[in-house]
């Protein structure tokens, strides 16, 4: 869950650079 959750929660900051909350 450790290296997955990072890398969801990176995905998500970069995704907000674009479009906020876009697939949340």
Not at 1 to 12: E, N, P, V
Request: hydrophobic share 20%.
């Amino acid at each position: 869950m450790g290296k997955g959750f990072k890398t969801t929660l990176m995905s998500q900051k970069e995704d907000n650079n674009c479009q906020p909350d876009s697939h949340f």
